[in-house]
């Protein structure tokens, strides 16, 4: 079992969720954290060590008042049972596909969010940009991570490129499939440490994450051979081991994740241009001429770059979209038709 004999702050746990457990509890109830949802139970490690518990908690709630792989719950001992969920110090979701706008809980209380994308004709701003708009929206610490270093004599252009795009930016340059190289991750995946990644098809996620995972992956991929169980497809969600002893939560909802619901996301990464806007004569420019516009004083100063300006727009117009009900999208399409009808 992964989680065996782990100590609460090996698990994660820090004074954000401490505080949140009143010392005059009488209850008995003891903290745990979610190592994996399955199907028919959830998977609990605690500072007695693991437990499986059945599911059933939150039932008839909310999506967010469910447990999801991540979470902090204080759990009954006598009866097995969760008895409140801790405040998460972050949660990844999505609308669930289909077009019922169910959400999905993805991962809950991860510390870092690592932003993976390789140095070769595959990196693109732009990505990078919306998958750190999604690490501002859900408040996690985002690391980019650029892969690849061996394939190229230049990853320091790269690097510049990512550093580029907030102040402040961290940014590493690795050869995923060197132990070594990875090993200038270690600050954000030594023990208690919680790490999720997103990337793109063939950046080099999977390299990466069996490179992080050392000798646990191949021995927990052995076992899975050897007993033929196959319950690894019964696993919805669940926290991998890091060899450094950190966390990892890898799933494909994490590794798919889109954006939705992110305008204050993207605030903070286009802070520059929310800004200039504030200072705009008139407060519904739309920056296209207008007389006193700050946001083009700003390109024509060369503060700001007209392709910044325009991403800033495509993904204002995204947002809006995605965020937007059914009836109010079949609208927005009208609007988009009526518009490009009008140009032919
Ligand atoms: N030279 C080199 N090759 C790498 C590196 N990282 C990954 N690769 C290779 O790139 C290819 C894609 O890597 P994956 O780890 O499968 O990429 P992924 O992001 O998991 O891709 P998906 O599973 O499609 O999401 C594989 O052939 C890897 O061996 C690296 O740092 N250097
Ligand atoms: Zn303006």
């Given at each position: 079992m992964e989680s065996a004999n782990q100590t609460l702050e090996e698990l994660g746990w820090r004074?954000?969720?401490?505080?949140?457990?009143?010392?005059?509890?009488?209850?008995?109830?003891?903290?745990?954290?979610?190592?994996?949802?399955?199907?028919?139970?959830?998977?609990?490690?605690?500072?007695?060590?693991?437990?499986?518990?059945?599911?059933?908690?939150g039932d008839g709630m909310a999506a967010e008042d469910h447990p999801t792989v991540g979470d902090w719950v204080l759990v009954d001992p006598a009866t097995l049972q969760i008895t409140q969920i801790l405040q998460r110090a972050n949660l990844f979701k999505r609308r669930a596909p289909g077009g019922d706008q169910k959400t999905q809980l993805i991962a809950a209380n991860v510390d870092t969010l690592f932003i993976v994308a390789s140095c070769n004709q595959d990196f693109s701003i732009p990505r990078l940009e919306r998958y750190l708009i999604l690490a501002r929206e859900v408040g996690v610490h985002p690391v980019i991570i650029l892969t690849k270093t061996d394939l190229t004599d230049t990853p320091e252009t790269f690097a510049a490129a990512a550093r580029d795009l907030q102040p402040g930016l961290q940014v590493e340059t690795i050869?995923?499939?060197?132990?070594?190289?990875?090993?200038?991750?270690?600050?954000?995946?030594?023990?208690?440490?919680?790490?999720?990644?997103?990337?793109?098809?063939?950046v080099g996620k999977s390299t990466l994450v069996n490179t992080l995972r050392g000798s646990d992956s191949?021995?927990?991929?052995?076992?899975?051979?050897?007993?033929?169980?196959?319950?690894?497809?019964?696993?919805?969600?669940?926290?991998?081991?890091?060899?450094?002893?950190?966390?990892?939560?890898?799933?494909?909802?994490?590794?798919?994740?889109?954006?939705?619901?992110?305008?204050?996301?993207?605030?903070v990464v286009f802070a520059d241009i929310v800004e200039a806007a504030e200072r705009c004569r008139f407060s519904d420019c739309a920056h296209r001429g207008e007389p006193g516009c700050a946001v083009q004083a700003a390109i024509a100063d060369g503060t700001l770059t007209l392709a910044r300006l325009d991403r800033w727009r495509a993904l204002v117009a995204e947002e809006i979209y995605n965020s937007a009900s059914p009836a109010e999208r079949r609208a927005l399409d009208r609007i988009a038709a009526a518009a490009a009808n009008k140009r032919k």
């Open positions: 004074p954000f969720f401490s505080a949140q457990v009143p010392q005059t509890d009488d209850s008995g109830a003891e903290p745990f954290r979610v190592m994996a949802v399955h199907r028919g139970k959830i998977a609990v490690a605690g500072a007695g060590g693991p437990l499986d518990i059945q599911p059933g908690f050869n995923g499939k060197d132990p070594a190289s990875a090993a200038s991750l270690s600050d954000w995946c030594g023990k208690g440490q919680t790490v999720a990644l997103v990337g793109s098809s063939g191949i021995a927990t991929q052995d076992i899975r051979k050897a007993d033929g169980t196959g319950r690894h497809t019964t696993t919805v969600r669940e926290m991998h081991r890091l060899h450094q002893g950190g966390w990892l939560l890898d799933t494909p909802g994490m590794r798919e994740l889109q954006l939705t619901d992110v305008a204050s996301g993207l605030a």
